[in-house]
């Protein structure tokens, strides 16, 4: 008889108590996911396994993923489908923006997975979908959490040409731990995006994880960076491991850190540093579209 090799499972870290949510359940869930499947569309709190789903979808707001459900890159912290995507939705952006309207939201956040196989990478869409979400809602904001583009400054242009109310991209991580985390993406590409968009005028905001085995300096260095490229909302969260075969967790971050972490943040001259276990990039955004007159 052959004896099979034994396969060792990782398991999960157990989390801390206040990491603990409440299952998504009640009408509002029911009528936002119902809207979503009618309309064929994906939501990054879904394909991303956002811990808050279900208070944003009770609250009636979710955020929307365009250019499709399948990511041409392999982050190693991300719960969203890597491979090679299908044909471009061309139908996307109206169908969006027929969700958004009927949702009734006051504020819509966008993102998408990355399209890197395409000559720009998805602008084009983005700034379509941007266009129709702002022709049917035209009292909605629009906070959208864009890709790199791969440095394709042309394609970043587009979207800002489109106006929405927020430019989003996010760090994700500290710099040292960019080829272990984001392997495709690049530090200092993602800082001149944010100061390339902050100088076109527009509002800017990026978010990164923490509890990836970071250090509180290197903390302090990506928030001073941001600072420094001319970001204006900043979002600090604890990672979560979304399966076992993504990176495990270094570190469950006290609130407490949280805390501290908005203090250095917004003594350093961050407008809003949105800070604590459970914040994702687009939790409370509505909060962030427009300038705090005072902290």
């Known amino acids: 008889m052959i004896e099979l090799p034994v396969i060792e499972e990782r398991q999960l870290k157990r989390k801390p108590k206040w990491l603990s949510v409440e299952l998504p359940l009640g009408q509002k869930y029911k009528h936002v996911k119902r809207l979503v499947d009618d309309n064929s569309l994906h939501t ?5 396994h956002c811990p808050n789903l279900g208070e944003c979808w009770n609250a009636g707001t979710a955020t929307f993923m365009i250019l499709g459900n399948v990511c041409t890159r392999s982050c190693n ?27 009734e939201v006051k504020h819509c ?9 395409l000559p720009d990478g998805g602008a084009s ?6 266009r129709e979400v702002k022709r049917l809602s035209p009292h909605t904001t629009l906070e959208v959490l864009i890709p790199d583009f791969k440095g ?8 800002i040409e489109a106006k929405p109310e927020v430019i989003s991209h996010n760090m994700e991580t500290v710099e040292r731990l960019y080829r272990k985390v984001r392997p495709q993406a690049n530090y200092q590409r993602s800082l001149d995006q944010i100061q390339r968009t902050k100088k076109s005028g527009m509002r800017t905001k990026s978010g990164f994880m923490v509890g990836l085995g970071e250090t509180k300096e290197e903390v302090y260095t990506i928030m001073k960076d941001l600072m420094e490229h001319g970001c204006d909302v900043v979002t600090i969260g604890q990672y979560l491991q979304p399966t076992y075969l993504h990176l495990e967790v270094a570190e469950y971050v ?3 850190v949280f805390a501290h972490y908005k203090e250095v943040g917004e003594g350093m001259g961050i407008e809003y540093v949105e800070s604590g276990p459970m914040v994702r990039s ?7 579209v427009f300038p705090r007159l005072s902290k």
């Open 109 to 117: 956040v966008i993102t998408s997975v990355n399209r890197d196989e």
């Open 77 to 103: 912290f991300c719960a969203v489908a890597t491979g090679r995507p299908t044909v471009l939705d061309e139908e996307e952006p109206e169908r969006v923006a027929n969700a958004v309207k009927m949702m």
């Open 44 to 48: 990054i709190c879904q394909d991303g």
């Open 282 to 288: 687009s939790y409370h955004s509505e909060r962030h």
């Open 125 to 130: 869409i983005w700034a379509r979908t941007i």
């Open 254 to 256: 006290h609130p407490d």
């Open 152 to 159: 394709k400054w042309d394609s970043l242009q587009l979207v």
